[in-house]
């Protein structure tokens, strides 16, 4: 079946201007993990969705950062006023309630000039 | 705040030599512990993982063991081989049926032919 996909693949963008990078999880995985990796670095959790609950954003380095999901599927992260340490690859990954294996997407690399 | 720690950082070894890697965890109520493999560019993907419930866990060349009393678990890569090479992440569960992760920090690996 179909994997977790992420949008846009690359993205280049001007300091101060806002990102929007998109995310499709794996169809009935009710939890979503956003992550941020910065080249040659780990993971860096950013925020996680599971269902309805509220959403835990303790990874979030700045009010310039925001996530929404719909309800158990598309999520969306939002960078307002990029700087150029935003730059990074952002992983999205899903999973079945669990906890149990998350599965990543390709992630969005993201360049801030 | 719930932690993981991994060593080492990085690790070099021959082609047909063992590797190891070794995690410790903070938070004893954890219960899931799995282990992604990061090729370059490429989106980290499960390689293994192990639940409390079980000490030793094995497929083909690679085996994960759990100590839960000293809250220390790792990874053993027998007969490495070059396509071996890239980075490895372990990672704990958080406590209490959360299935929020927390990752170590990462062990790059470089298995020369």
């Known amino acids: 079946g179909a994997g977790v996909s992420q949008s846009p693949s690359n993205k280049v963008t001007e300091k101060g201007k806002d990102v929007e990078l998109r995310c499709d999880p794996i169809?009935?995985?009710?939890?979503l993990y956003w992550y941020r990796q910065r080249l040659g670095q780990g993971l860096e959790f950013l925020i996680y969705?599971?269902?309805?609950?509220?959403?835990?954003k303790s990874g979030l380095p700045s009010d310039r950062f925001s996530a929404e999901r719909t309800g158990e599927s598309v999520s969306t992260l939002t960078i307002q006023r990029t700087q150029q340490e935003d730059s990074a690859v952002y992983l999205c990954a899903s999973s079945l309630p669990g906890p149990y294996e998350q599965y990543f997407g390709p992630g969005t690399r993201l360049t801030v000039t | 705040g719930e932690n993981v720690e991994q060593h080492p950082s990085t690790l070099s070894v021959q082609e047909g030599d063992s590797a190891v890697i070794k995690c410790t965890y903070s938070d004893s109520a954890s219960n899931y512990f799995p282990w992604y493999k990061q090729e370059l560019g490429k989106r980290p993907q499960l390689i293994i993982d192990i639940r409390s419930n079980v000490g030793e866990k094995k497929d083909q060349r690679i085996a994960v063991t759990l100590n839960k009393t000293a809250k220390h678990f790792s990874l053993h890569i027998t007969e490495t081989q070059p396509e071996d090479s890239a980075v490895y992440f372990c990672?704990?569960?958080?406590?209490?049926?959360?299935?929020?992760?927390?990752f170590g920090a990462g062990t790059r690996l470089a298995v020369h032919p």
């Open positions: 990672a704990a569960s958080m406590g209490g049926g959360y299935n929020k992760l927390i």
């Open positions: 169809s009935g995985h009710t939890a």
């Open positions: 969705f599971q269902g309805n609950s509220a959403p835990d």
